[in-house]
């Protein structure tokens, strides 16, 4: 069983829906996928923070089980975990949204397997899943490639934590995540859950840029993050291009490799919004 985590609410399902995609059609294995989401109800601190709907979570549990009947979708509300933990903390309003905080409480969900990988939705794969999960993790907490811009400049080995292979069995006997929570209630930072991690951090091991390329594309590139990023031209800016901009990515990126993967998005995404159940 390969098992995967996301963490979001119900405006990130384009995300979910075209990760899993690319997971599924660039994996030849016929290995079943666990799919986990952690989600919560924090619509009083913006209306737009609901929880993944029961709807997308059923509509997501179809599109994955065509690929295997094995296949499984759960959603996990950690709303009380979150009221518990952080509500009023220094980090509630975090760079990008309460929601990055969440994947913190990975040690408090009983359900969840001792190998993990976490994954941001704003992440196509290139290649095959297992490249990245069948990684051994014996003696390291978890495994993590550079962040592209932090290696220049804060820290050679600074990490992004958006694609996280976890070996939770471990984590949970080193403390990081409870550790990583205390620094979340006590001290603000300036990337909130990734500052946490690291700080927290005991042994990680460091994966090459291809498990987590946030900048560019290549035919070794296992995992393409669409974070933002900074454009040179026409003038210096910075965009946050997601996969789910199919017209965006073919102009500006000149992506037409994952076109199978955002086609089918796209049929998929229509067929949600009528109200149709997954056949």
Known sequence: MVNILFCGNEGVFDGMLTCALSILKRTSSSEPFAFYVFTMDVSHLNPAYKPVSDGQISFLNGVVAEYNPENTVKAIDVTGLYKKEFAGCPNEG??????????????????LPDKLLYLDIDILFNRDIHLLYDIDLAGYEYAAARDHYGKYLLNPHYINA?????????????GLLSKARQLIK?????????????????????????????????RHTVIRHFSKRLFWLPYPHTDNIKQWQVSKLHKVFRYYCFDDILYEYIYLREKFKRGQEYE
């Open 162 to 174: 958006g694609v996280l292979l976890l070996n939770l069995g471990y984590m949970k006997q080193t």
């Open 94 to 111: 975090a760079y990008c949204s309460p929601y990055t905080l969440i994947r913190l409480f990975a040690d408090e969900v009983d359900c």
């Open 186 to 218: 006590t001290k603000k930072l300036v990337f909130a859950d990734q500052s946490a991690l690291i700080r927290s951090t005991t042994k990680k091991k460091l994966l090459p840029q291809r498990f987590n390329d946030q900048k560019f594309l290549h």
